[in-house]
């Protein structure tokens, strides 16, 4: 499959996933809101009140199904890119290999990831309350429902939920293509793939070039070093949120796909073979 092929067709399936993301945010953040104690609220007992009563559970359980949904779905299609070709893993082992690691690994890695989306939750509604107290001409019970009704507007958490879904999307699909090739029983590159549109970043009008990281091809433990204006940073897929600075992940949109390596005979090579 060429890069093009890829390209077009990683957009389609990003639209897919990031509708389906949002579902699954949006379901959570809808099960947390309803969760919080509000008959009581007032400006001065806001932070503590949603602090104390704000789920995070329910973020690490959002977590966990944002990867098995939308992480599974697209290390399939890149083991079956790369079956096609060289009849490598299968998906049955993949399947099983990337759920170890949501059970294992993911469980922590992600939870700084948990912690900011708790944090940015609770300090948007805070502000709700907040502002809500600081509304003339409306007694307290009137407040107080002046803060259920804006807490629990779709409104509020549809765009909390787009944010996270959009985020979120590139770097699990592209974490699952790194662990799609870690599986894989080949040797392996991994190639950036631009979306290559007007909304692409590149500098100086952004703070990182994606334009032109098209097509750069590493080793797949080595890190994309992704040129920037105040210098680079270097990341191991788009999206990564453990090495990446906001800048240079916060709504990319870029792919990854992987390049087996060939002996001179143009068979793939194995890892047994090294």
Excluded at 54 to 63: A, P, R, S
Excluded at 85 to 103: A, P, R
Excluded at 211 to 227: G, Q, R, S, T
Aim: net charge positive; hydrophobic share 40%.
């Amino acid at each position: 499959m060429t890069t093009d092929q890829y390209r077009s067709i990683y957009i389609v399936l990003q639209s897919s996933y990031e509708k389906q993301a949002y579902r699954i945010v949006k379901k959570h953040l809808n099960i947390i809101i309803k969760g919080l104690s509000l008959s009581n609220i007032t400006a001065d007992n806001a932070q503590m009140t949603v602090e104390s009563t704000f789920d995070k559970k329910h973020v690490k359980t959002m977590y966990i199904e944002l990867y098995r949904a939308i992480g599974l779905k697209h290390g399939a299609f890149v083991v079956r890119n790369i079956d096609s070709d060289t009849k490598d893993i299968g998906l049955t082992f993949f399947e099983v290999f990337f759920n170890n690691l949501i059970n294992t690994v993911l469980i922590n890695s992600i939870g700084s990831r948990i912690t900011t989306v708790s944090e940015t939750m609770i300090d948007a509604i805070v502000k709700i309350i907040k502002d809500a107290y600081k509304t003339e001409d409306l007694n307290i019970m009137q407040v107080r429902k002046l803060i259920y009704d804006k807490v629990r507007d779709n409104n509020f958490y549809r765009y909390q939920a787009l944010r996270i879904a959009r985020t979120e999307t590139t770097t699990i699909s592209n974490y699952a293509t790194l662990q799609a090739g870690r599986a894989s029983r080949l040797v392996m590159t991994k190639k950036w793939v631009s979306i290559q549109s007007e909304r692409t970043r590149v500098t100086p009008e952004d703070q990182f070039d994606h334009l032109h990281m098209n097509d750069a091809v590493v080793e797949l433990e080595e890190l994309f070093n992704v040129d920037g204006i105040d210098g680079n940073n270097s990341i191991m897929y788009p999206g990564d949120q453990e090495l990446g600075v906001a800048g240079n992940i916060i709504n990319c949109r870029c792919a990854m796909t992987l390049i087996p390596k060939r002996d001179s005979n143009g068979r793939p090579i194995r890892k047994t073979d090294l």
